[in-house]
């Protein structure tokens, strides 16, 4: 049995050997080169002591945040009211539908919804509001990265909540707990492992975002992966975009780090 577990595992461990491991060990070898291919520490020099790398740092970190709050915001009352539900697998998979739609194809229709002549201000122009200038700003920036990013936050707590022990809930109410008190003594803290998931699962894509920042921020908002892609493929420094890459990884393992606490045995179906 453990023969047969090892050699179905072989072609998982290639899989993280040849495209997770290599990569990131291909990255830091990198970054510890210049231009002309000599060894050098000054990218990392560069980028802690320039001021214009630090601030992209925040914005990334920032931006990630604010992206990650407003998701959680929606997803986590929409996760539990789903599954309230009468058809609630149906449900669900009309949220999972649009992860099926190219990230480029769902920019462009932003672009097109947002944009002066679109939609949205053709709706403001029956108000009579008139015409607005909501794209390449911070909010349609927010807005679309928080929309592609929901179903990523919804899951893991939708799945959370649906393992939830119901006799739990019912000792809760025999005790004399109202609703308000089930939830946030109860439903809430089980259903935090759900919650770190999703964190993971929005918050670190969201530090490496650009072709959002560029189709729909109009490079108003510069973060590290816009740095990133501007020195593989315009300056041709693949040392200094190998350093922010470097970067980034610590961030994302400091996030999975500060979020990836072991499973609670309790609280789940039998």
């Known amino acids: 049995m453990n023969s047969t577990r090892k050699i179905f595992g072989v072609p998982y461990f290639l899989w993280l050997l040849l495209f997770v491991i290599a990569p990131m060990l291909l990255i830091i070898y990198q970054s510890f080169f210049n231009m002309n291919g000599q060894f050098t520490l000054q990218n990392y020099a560069t980028y802690f002591s320039s001021g214009t790398y630090l601030q992209m740092t925040l914005n990334s970190v920032w931006y990630a945040f604010l992206i990650t709050v407003f998701t ?43 944009s002066v002549h679109g939609s949205v201000n053709h709706f403001m122009n029956f108000l009579g509001i008139g015409p607005q200038q909501i794209l390449f700003t911070d909010f349609s920036f927010l807005f679309v990265a928080s929309y592609i990013e929901i179903p990523f936050m919804i899951m893991p707590i939708f799945n959370a909540i649906s393992e939830i022990n119901p006799s739990l809930i019912s000792a809760s109410r025999d005790l004399g707990a109202n609703s ?11 259903s935090l492992e759900g919650v770190k998931a999703g964190v993971q699962a929005v918050f670190i894509p969201s530090l490496s975002l650009f072709m959002l920042t560029r189709l729909i921020g109009g490079n108003r908002v510069i973060t590290l992966g816009t740095a990133i892609e501007e020195h593989f493929l315009v300056t041709q420094n693949w040392g200094m975009g190998s350093t922010i890459g470097v970067i980034l990884i610590l961030a994302m393992l400091l996030v999975m780090f500060l979020t990836g606490e072991k499973k609670r045995k309790g609280g789940k179906r039998a």
Request: aromatic fraction near 20%.
């Open 72 to 114: 959680l915001l929606v997803s986590y009352p929409t996760a539990y009211f789903l599954n309230k539900t009468v058809h609630k697998d149906l449900w669900l998979m009309l949220i999972i539908l649009p992860t099926w739609v190219n990230l480029l194809l769902k920019a462009y229709a932003f672009i097109g919804i947002f």
């Open 180 to 190: 308000f008190d089930t939830f946030r003594r109860v439903i809430f803290p089980l």
